[in-house]
């Protein structure tokens, strides 16, 4: 099972990916993708930064 650090990295990635997206959405005036992109980014962002951490050990 990865680590910590290597699920950081993942979602980071994907943030990158979703801030690719988003640019060339927002060029082209389509907003059913910047929402979906808002809602994948929120549900990013709630798994990297929850508290205890995606792999804590009890």
């Known amino acids: 099972m990865p680590g910590e650090k290597e699920l950081n990295v993942n979602l980071f990635e994907r943030l990158d990916l979703l801030d690719r997206l988003e640019r060339v959405a927002k060029k082209e005036n389509c907003e059913p993708v910047l929402q979906e992109i808002e ?16 792999n804590s050990e009890n």
């Not at 809602?39 to 995606?54: A, V």
């Open 39 to 54: 809602f994948e980014r929120k549900l990013i962002e709630r798994k990297l930064y929850q508290n205890p951490p995606l």
